[in-house]
Each structure stands twice: as structure tokens, then as C-alpha cells.
């Protein structure tokens, strides 16, 4: 017997989840684009936890009034705090390997984090893996073609298909010119961005645990912003001494800040508390492999690039692996759902039954 399909719980979050990366692919190019205008990375992430943590607050403020929220231990206050330090390290490491690389380069590494995560969710017991189990199977091979087609997407090109912009020339120092191109810390950059996805993998392990405890998302990400706000400032302040790198002007940094706060920080960081909450850190990493796909589309329509049948091929194996693992989640849920009606107890075993053992006893 499986449940009926759900709305909320089936389709929604992987519609959110969807929106989600193309929301922050389209804010690490923004980043990236303001970054070639001398924005440094940690006061851009220092001042975009500031402007989240600055909405958030009275938002929070009046949610908190209109229902019961659960007591917080001290236990959960300190992961919490946990949880700020390792997501704000991550965020400084991923924007300074941005700065030194792409945002084309940060999709392609970041389609590790499923891996990661799926081993660090095994070994903290949060996903059992069964190997006669058909939706461990299916999760671990759909993230084997997810990550499989992230690297062919990364490492064949094939010949090309589509150049709308083939006789576009670009001059060195343009900053679009500039994205496409290789520069000489790429190696310093995907080291960077290798220890961001890991502390992220990290970051999603962390956070599931602490919502078990203490389901209420909003609350969990104002407090989370609040330590990564205090740990961001604190770090920009002794790698940034220089109090003129700290003045924002009224251009592309101060609309790549606000944007980053209000669209990444914020509401990003609610809808992963969400969907990890209702679904787990497995199933909203599981997607992680389209910003590779997302990348190569913006890459296209707005940078000029050229779209390759290496691209076209590597889209179509992530999607096939996202199916797959999403196929297999819904299938442990079924799972789950018939092992509990297998073992009734007292009280749902149905009434013809019980009226049966009763006269039963009663003629004994």
C-alpha cells in the first residue's frame, strides 16, 4: 500500500529546490562580476550576513509571537553556534576560490557534495544502506550518473552545436571575457572551493541533526546568521584591516551584497532548513549536480559562450542520475510506510477481527 502523492510533500520541495540553484548560480556570477571591481570576499560576506540578519530580525521577532516555538537547550544552542562557524568558513573559502576561479568552476566541484554527504549521512547513521534494499540502490547509483555526468559536462566539450555570438570580440580586461577564461590560481581556487563543499556537506549533515530537536526553521537560520554575522566580521576585520576596502559605493558590490543577504542568505538558507527538515540533507544535496547544467545555460545566454555536445550529453546523464536518486527516496518513504502496516498492533487490527477473537475467548 503507498501513500497517496502529496503536493507539499512531493513536488514542492524539489520545485523550491530547483528555483534555489538557479537563484545562486545567477548570485555567484553577480559576486563574480563584482569582484573584478575590487570587492573583497570577506567584507562581501561579512556585510551580506549583516543585511540577512538585519531583515530577519523582526521578522523572526513577530513569528515567534504567533505560535508556540520549542524551547532551545543548551545543547542546541551551542550546534547552533557550531553550525554558524562551519557555514560562514565555508561561505569565505567559496568566495575566495570564486575570486581566484569561476562560478563555472565552483558548479562543477560543488557536484561532490552529494557524495559527501550521502557517506557522512551513512556514517552518522542518518541514511541506512541496505544492499538488498531497491531505494539504497537506486540512491547510490542515480549519485554515481548525477556526478558522473557533472564531469562530463566538465571535461568534454565535443564539437560545437550553438555560437549565437561567434563573431563577438572581447577585449581583455572585460570582465565577461575574464569568466570565461582560465587564470593562473585556478589550482588555488578549486582547492579553496574542495574545502568549502566539504565544511558544506558538513553544514547539512549538522543542520538536519539540530532540526530533528528543534523544528523551527526560522528561528534556526536567524541564530545561525546571527554567529555567522559576529564570526564573518570578526575574520573580515583581521584578513581586512584596510578601513577603505570596507566602503561600498553606490554600484554593482552594493547590488551583489543586498542580493546575496536578501536572496542567498536569507532566503536560500530558510528553504534548505525547510526542505532538510521535511525531506533530509540526501534528498536536497541530490540536486546539487543541475548547477553544473544551470552554469552552462547562463554560460551561454549571457556570457557568450558556446554550447558544446559534450554539455547537451552531460545535461541529459545528471538528469537521468537525479531521477533515479529522487525515484529511490520516494521508494524508501514507501518503504518505511508498508513495514509499519506489516506489524499491526492492538490497535489497528481491524474490528471484524477483534469481534472474532472475542466471542472466540468468550466460548472458550
Known amino acids: 500500500m503507498a501513500r497517496e502523492w502529496s503536493f507539499y510533500r512531493d513536488f514542492l520541495p524539489i520545485l523550491v529546490l530547483l528555483g534555489t540553484e538557479c537563484n545562486d548560480m545567477g548570485l555567484l556570477t553577480l559576486f563574480k562580476v563584482a569582484?573584478?571591481?575590487?570587492?573583497?570576499?570577506?567584507?562581501?560576506?561579512?556585510?551580506?550576513y549583516t543585511v540577512a540578519t538585519t531583515v530577519l530580525l523582526p521578522i523572526t521577532f513577530f513569528h515567534r509571537r504567533s505560535r508556540v516555538v520549542p524551547p532551545l537547550s543548551?545543547?542546541?544552542v551551542s550546534k547552533i553556534v557550531l553550525l554558524g562557524v562551519i557555514g560562514s568558513?565555508?561561505?569565505i573559502l567559496g568566495y575566495a576560490g570564486i575570486s581566484y576561479s569561476s562560478p563555472a568552476l565552483a558548479s562543477s566541484i560543488g557536484n561532490l557534495v552529494p557524495a559527501f554527504t550521502f557517506i557522512l549521512a551513512v556514517m552518522c547513521r542518518m541514511e541506512k544502506l541496505a544492499a538488498k534494499s531497491r531505494s539504497s540502490q537506486a540512491k547510490v547509483m542515480g549519485s554515481i550518473i548525477s556526478i558522473s555526468g557533472a564531469f562530463v559536462l566538465t571535461f568534454y566539450k565535443g564539437p560545437s552545436i550553438f555560437n549565437a555570438h561567434k563573431h563577438v570580440s572581447l577585449s581583455p580586461q572585460d570582465p565577461i571575457n575574464f569568466l570565461k577564461s582560465e587564470d593562473a590560481s585556478w589550482a588555488t581556487g578549486g582547492i579553496l572551493l574542495i574545502a568549502d563543499y566539504i565544511l558544506t556537506s558538513v553544514w547539512y549533515i549538522l543542520e538536519e541533526d539540530i532540526l530533528r530537536v528543534f523544528p523551527e526553521e526560522l528561528t534556526l537560520v536567524l541564530f545561525y546568521n546571527v554567529t555567522a554575522t559576529i564570526f564573518t566580521a570578526t575574520v573580515g576585520l583581521l584578513a581586512v584591516p584596510n578601513a577603505s576596502a570596507w566602503k561600498i559605493g553606490l554600484n554593482v558590490s552594493l547590488i551583489s551584497i543586498v542580493s546575496s543577504g536578501l536572496f542567498g542568505k536569507l532566503m536560500s538558507n530558510v528553504i534548505y532548513a525547510w526542505t532538510l527538515n521535511l525531506k533530509g540533507a540526501v534528498f536536497v544535496t541530490s540536486l546539487r549536480p543541475l548547477q553544473i547544467v544551470i552554469a552552462v545555460a547562463m554560460g551561454v545566454?549571457?556570457?557568450?559562450?558556446?554550447?558544446?555536445i559534450g554539455s547537451v550529453v552531460g545535461a541529459i546523464i545528471v538528469s537521468i542520475g537525479l531521477y533515479v536518486v529522487l525515484w529511490g527516496k520516494a521508494t524508501k518513504e514507501i518503504e518505511e510506510?508498508?513495514?509499519?502496516l506489516e506489524s499491526p498492533t492492538a490497535e489497528n487490527v481491524p474490528l471484524l477481527q477483534n469481534q472474532r477473537t472475542e466471542t472466540s475467548e468468550k466460548n472458550v
Open 35 to 48: 569582484s573584478l571591481q575590487g570587492l573583497n570576499s570577506y567584507v562581501f560576506v561579512a556585510y551580506a
Open 301 to 308: 545566454v549571457f556570457l557568450n559562450d558556446t554550447l558544446y
Open 74 to 76: 543548551f545543547s542546541t
Open 337 to 340: 510506510i508498508v513495514g509499519g
Open 89 to 91: 568558513s565555508s561561505q
